[in-house]
Each structure stands twice: as C-alpha cells, then as structure tokens.
C-alpha cells in the first residue's frame, strides 16, 4: 500500500516542479513557440504489411522459446523423477541387506492362508474326478 502512495507523491512533486519552471519562465518573459509537427500516416496496407510480417517474426520466435522451455523442463523433471527413484531402490536394497523384513498384516496372513487351503481343496477334487 505505501508504494503506490509513494509513486503517486513523487509523480505529483515533478509534475508540480514542471510546471513550476514554466510558470518562472512566464514571468522572466521568455515565451515559447509552439512548434506544429506533421504527423504523417502511411498508407493502411504498409501498416498492415509490416504489423503482419513483424507479428509473424515475434510468433516464431515465440514458438521457439516456448518449445525449448518446455523440452528443458521436461528433461529436467525426468531426470530429477531417476535420480528420486534410484534414491528410493538404494534405500531399499539397503534395508533388505540389513536384514529387515516388512512384517506382513495379520489380514493378508488369513487370506494368505485360505488361499492354500482352497488350493488344496480344488487339488483334491481334482485328483478324485480323475479316478
């Protein structure tokens, strides 16, 4: 908020100075000629050529920078996911070399378990049905 306030002030003192310098001016008795410029516009269809060809240079260019921003960044983010993800495998080789084991949950246990016996089951009738 101070910023803009500031800015603001300092805009207002110059332009005070400014005209301040003029007004001085007025009173020593010097007087300014105003001086007519010619402002010439070209034909409409050189505008439009040189809008059209100066568009089409800043669009190439561009395209261009956005594509190497997007293949720089790309490359980056790839190579930053390896090296993450071979972070992350050598703490897990590490941890199996320790000779630390993830304890299983006793929920996959069970089912663990009744998988072999429904294996064996299914075996048996299989066994039976063929005799």
């Known amino acids: 908020m101070?910023?803009?306030?500031?800015?603001?002030?300092?805009?207002?003192c110059s332009i005070i100075v400014m005209i301040g310098r003029k007004l001085l001016a007025l009173d020593k008795g010097q007087v300014f000629e105003?001086?007519?410029?010619?402002?010439e516009v070209p034909f409409i269809k050189e505008v439009k050529d040189v809008t059209i060809h100066s568009i089409k240079k800043h669009g190439y260019a561009g395209l261009?920078?956005?594509l190497r921003w997007y293949?720089?960044?790309?490359?980056?983010?790839?190579?930053k996911y390896d090296?993450?993800?071979t972070k992350i495998e050598n703490r897990k080789r590490a941890r199996n070399e320790n000779g630390e084991k993830k304890e299983i949950s006793k929920f996959l246990k069970v089912i663990i378990e009744y998988k072999h016996k429904i294996r064996k089951i299914k075996h048996r009738i299989r066994n039976e049905e063929s005799l």
């Open 2 to 12: 101070s910023i803009p306030l500031i800015l603001f002030f300092s805009s207002l």
């Open 64 to 66: 261009v920078t956005t």
């Open 34 to 39: 105003e001086v007519n410029t010619s402002f």
């Open 71 to 79: 293949f720089r960044g790309t490359n980056f983010v790839n190579n």
């Open 83 to 85: 090296n993450i993800k």
